[in-house]
Nanobody, 122 residues
């Protein structure tokens, strides 16, 4: 079983930055594709970003390309989401996600964190 714990969500002004972290309680962290999703108020959960075990392959939602960066530190069992130039429409609960299957164009996580709230004020 994989447990994911997110942190870093808070209230920030538009144009500001935040870094979310997600630490996984698993011995074989490098075997997992890691990613982030978010759920905006009144909307379904949506994909944000994903990366492979080494961080050499990444993919982003169009709405965050050029503003968000996903990365990982395998020595710390942690994945990050650096969010810059934040907009009010980025306000959402952000979820960390993990999957043991190989990196591909489809990311359907087997494991989810509890979420962390990000609020961007205008």
């Amino acid at each position: 079983q994989v447990q994911l714990v997110e942190s870093g969500g808070e209230l920030v002004q538009a144009g500001g930055s935040l870094r979310l972290s997600c630490t996984a309680s698993v011995r074989t962290f490098i075997h997992y594709v890691m990613g982030w999703f978010r759920q905006l108020p009144g909307r379904e959960r949506e994909f944000v970003a994903v990366l492979n075990w080494s961080g050499s392959s990444t993919r982003y939602a169009e709405s965050v390309k050029g503003r968000f960066t996903i990365s990982r530190d395998n020595a710390k069992n942690t994945v990050y989401l650096q969010m810059n130039s934040l907009k009010p429409e980025d306000t959402a609960v952000y979820y960390c996600a993990a999957d043991p299957r190989p990196y591909s164009t489809m990311f359907t996580p087997a494991y989810w964190g509890q979420g962390t709230q990000v609020t961007v004020s205008s």
